[in-house]
Every structure is written in structure tokens, then in C-alpha cells.
């Protein structure tokens, strides 16, 4: 066998070592990737696909096989009136938690960086949810909210206030799930926009401070269009989250009362689990890929302009 | 800003800065009261409130968490492991070398990205239940064994690693796998460390399909057992119940205070690169 030289290898455009064959090549970057291809085909595209095809097809009941129904989940769907709830609800906490955790998340980063007393602590205070499991922290707000007994009407009490009992009114319980949500959230997201900021030149505040640019200033025009990669990046995952986090809503609230707190993802798992409806359950899976893949590109489409790369 | 003014904007600022501070640790600080003191002092502050272990006791003894316990501790170090194992081959194989249909693949592997294990339940449930895997710790591991996002973080890291070592390495008669024991995975290593504590935190705390697919005390992880513990078994006796979801979270929390520069800085890298 006569060994190859870099010379033999066409299309290449890179050496890849002076004794291999490209087909060799070939096989063993297959062979590498073969394991996550293999469990990437069976749990996420394969799935992908029969998640589309189950949305036209009937519901298997004991013998009773699984038929073609066309549009029938579809209209079961369209026809249920707490997926519309859910769908708007989801709406209003995606909309609610996500500026609110971004905005505190970007104000903390702010402080941390700067030269705060207690700077240590406080950044160990903000982060500190993100390390806890949802459960655990769904646990630890459910007891705060407790009539009577929680922190929150302990402190009403002090001022005489009545009690209140915000997760079980069907007006004030989203809100209340929501605040968990951005609690949680914030400081996960302080910590991108923190390593940003780290990375901005020192030099760039001392010439501005030079121009006598006010620290308002610096920020609109030199630090915020800098940051703009890492908003998008924190966007693009506080919009996952809000349709993927439902581990609070399954320990506070069960999605009630009435439905109040029923996001897409926990109305799928009721759908899917509870009633055991794979039908509509796989026709709202695919209205939930649907959102999610509109709002990712959505963002890209409308960030893409804004964004300047480092 | 005017000069006489800055100082005293700066301390508004320190103060806004605290009391979101102390928003921040208030709930966990509350928890830790009540799971401390015995069940009369619950919600009552009384700084001569005796300090007890009783509550931790009464929840170990009450629920099976030592199997908990033990099951996540199973299912976090077969899923991180497996993660660096086959992220590092695919990364290795979609990094350094060139062969057709490799970005097609790149492309389709990053589809995981957005549509995770979790949405997809539904269907993953039927695989598990034809694979005979419900209710087992296979069962809820199978579909994490291997990442997008640990994938693309290793691909962009092995990018940086200069070919002139790998040539090297091939010089001194090293195969495939030799080349990438001895160049890429060293050069990796940071990375490694950092994906690997961001997941072990991640698979921890995750619960929605390991809900779905268990049901039964011998395969549940401590986020499952937490909720089946606190909504079940024990009525409103909050004592216990903070108390043992304190000690679900202590392992992290522990690790975190110890470990706290390393661990905001592995979450910053492994987001960032």
C-alpha cells in the first residue's frame, strides 16, 4: 500500500494526518457520531415525525386499534375550551415573566459589576435560585403564600391587613405562579449578561468619561448595543422556558383554580397522561412545536438587524 | 450627572440593590426558620425559639429518601457521563473532519435545541413502553444520554485546538481515538468540567419526565419523591415538608456554596462560548 500524501487528497482543503484514506475517513466520523445519531433518531426526530402523523390518527382503547380520523383532534382541539385558556394564559405569563426576569436580570448584572457593597453576597443572593429544583422552590412559595400562616400575610397582619389567599383565587393566581417564575429565573440570566459586561474594554468607560458622557449615556449608546448578542441569546431561552417550566405549576396549583394557572405544556401532560388521549394530546404537541419554532424565528428575524457580533 | 448629586444616587442604588437582595434570599431564609425550629415556632419569630433537627429526622424517617436519594444520584452521573463520553466523539467527528452530509447532520442534530425530551412525552413514552423501559431509571435516562447543546459547546471548543498538534500526534503513530485522548480532550477539559457541573445541576432538578415515566418508590428521583412527599403524605405539617425540601436541595446548595466561583463561572462559559 503506498501512503498517501496531503497532495492526494482532493476537496479536503485541510491536512487530516500523512497516513489515512479519505473513505477511512468517512467511516470513522460515522462511527464517532453514530451513538448520539442513533438516540438523537429514536427520542427526538423520529418521535418529531410520529407526533404528526398520531395528530390525524385516532386514540387506540383496548382492542380498538388506532384509525385515520383526518381533522378530528384537530376539531376536538379547536373546540376545547381549556386549551384556549391555556393558550392565552401561557400567552400572558410568557409575556408577564420574561421582560420583568430579563430587565432584573440586566439591573443585577449592572450592580454586580459595579463597585456595590456586598458584592459577593448580593451576587450569591440573586443566584442562588437558579441552583435550587423548581420543585423545591414551587415547595418553598407555596408555604410563603399560605393564608394566615406565610410570610406574605404575616406581613400584612403588621399592618393590619386581611388575609389573602392568592393561589386559590382564580384572579390572582397566574400572577402568583409568575412571580415564582421570575424569582427563580433572574439571576440565571444576570450571570450571561454579567459575563458580557465583564468582557467590555475598560479603556471604552475612560474615553467616554473623557467626553464627559453621563453614566446613563455610556449605557444607551455604548454599553446596551454591546449587550444586544446576549439579549438575544437570554431571549431566546426565557421564551423555552416559559413554554417548557411546569414543574411549579404541578406543586402550587395542579393548573387550577378553574384553569387559571393551565399552561400548554401542563394541559399537554393532562391530555397525555391523565386522560390518556394521545390523539389530542399529539395534535397540541404539534401546536406547541408550532409556537415555539414561529417565536425562535420570529426573534432572529426580528433581532437579526439589531445584533452586532463581537 | 451633577457632581453633589452622585453620591447620594449611588446609595439609592446600593439600597435598591439590597432589598432586591434580601427579596431574593427571603423565601429560602424563611424555609430555613421553619425547617429548624420545632412545628410551634413554624411561623412564628421568636429569637429564643429553640434550634432542632427533629424536622430532618421526622422526613427521612417518613419517606423512602435514601432510595430517592440514591436514584438521582444514579441518573445524574449516567446522564453527565454519557453526555461528555458521546458529545466528545460527535463534536470530535463534526469538528475535524470532512465528509458529506456533515453539515446537514450539524443542522439536524441542533433541532434538539428547541425541541426537548419533555415536549415530545407523548411520544417517547410509547418508545419507552415498546422498549419495555416505563418505570425504570433507563426509562428516564435514555432520552438525555445525549445533548445538541453539549455537542455544539465541544464542536466550537475542538475548532480552536491547532490541526499542527493533531499532525503531531498522528507523526508519533497515534490513531483516531489516541489523537483525540491525547490533543482534544485535554484541550477540552475546562469545558468538560463546565457542561458537566451545568447538567449534574440541571438533571438534579429535573421533573417533569421523570414524572411521566415512573410510578413506583424504587425508580422515583428526589424531585418526584419531593412532590408525591409534600402533596400525599403529610396533610400541612410545614416543619417537615421545608424541612425535607431543604435536604433535597442541600447537595447542590452545599456544592454551590463551596464551589460558588467556579459554578457561576461554568454557567457563564457553558452559555457563552
Known sequence: MRALSRSDMPGT???????????????????????????????THVPFVRTFIDAFWSTPKGRRPSQFVGFDNWTDLVHDPIFWKALVNNAFYALGTIPVSVGLALLMALWVNGRIPGRGLLRMAYFTPTVLPMIAVADIWLFFYTPDYGLFDQIRELFGLAA?????????????????????????????YLAALQQIPPDLRD???????????????????????????????????????????????????????????????????KFWDQGQASALTVVLIAVLSGLALLQFLLAGRGVHYR | MNRRLAPLASAIETVLAWVLGLA??????????????????????????????????????????????????????????SQIVLGTLAAFALARFTFRGRDLVFAVILLQLMIAPEILAVANYRTMKALGAVDTIWGIVLPYLTSAFGIFLLRQTFRT??????????????????VLWRVYVPAARPVHLAYGLVQASWHW?????????????????????????????????????????LMTSAPLLLAFL????????????AGLR
Open chain 2, 161 to 178: 485546538v491547532p490541526q499542527d498538534l493533531e499532525d503531531a500526534a498522528r507523526i508519533e503513530g497515534c490513531g483516531t481515538l489516541g
Open chain 1, 207 to 273: 474615553a467616554a468619561a473623557i467626553e464627559g458622557a453621563s453614566r446613563f449615556g455610556f449605557f444607551r449608546r455604548v454599553t446596551w448595543p454591546l449587550l444586544m448578542p446576549v439579549t438575544l441569546f437570554v431571549l431566546v431561552n426565557a421564551v423555552i422556558n416559559a413554554f417548557r417550566t411546569v414543574d411549579h405549576i404541578f406543586m402550587m396549583t395542579g393548573g387550577g383554580p378553574d384553569n387559571a394557572t393551565n399552561l400548554l405544556l401542563f394541559r399537554l401532560y393532562e391530555l397525555g397522561f
Open chain 1, 13 to 43: 482543503g485541510r491536512s487530516v494526518g500523512p497516513f489515512r484514506f479519505p473513505r477511512l475517513r468517512t467511516v470513522e466520523a460515522w462511527l464517532l457520531l453514530l451513538p448520539s445519531v442513533v438516540l438523537f433518531a429514536t427520542f
Open chain 2, 205 to 245: 432538578n429535573n421533573f417533569l419526565w421523570p414524572l411521566i415515566i415512573t410510578n413506583s418508590v424504587e425508580n422515583r428521583p428526589l424531585t418526584v419523591g419531593l412532590s408525591v412527599f409534600a402533596s400525599v403524605d403529610q396533610g400541612i405539617d410545614w416543619s417537615v415538608i421545608t424541612a425535607a425540601t
Open chain 2, 258 to 269: 463551596v464551589f460558588q466561583r467556579r459554578f457561576v463561572q461554568s454557567f457563564m462559559s
Open chain 1, 164 to 192: 389573602t389567599n392568592r393561589l386559590g383565587d382564580p384572579s390572582s393566581a397566574l400572577i402568583a405562579v409568575m412571580v415564582v417564575a421570575v424569582w427563580k429565573e433572574a439571576g440565571f440570566f444576570m450571570i450571561f
Open chain 2, 24 to 81: 431574593w434570599l427571603a423565601p429560602l431564609l424563611y424555609a430555613v426558620w421553619t425547617a429548624v425550629h420545632p412545628p410551634a415556632f413554624a411561623t412564628r419569630f421568636d429569637l429564643g425559639a429553640p434550634l432542632t433537627l427533629d424536622n430532618f429526622h421526622r422526613a427521612w424517617e417518613a419517606a423512602p429518601f435514601a432510595r430517592y436519594f440514591l436514584n438521582t444520584v444514579v441518573i445524574v452521573a449516567l446522564i453527565v457521563v
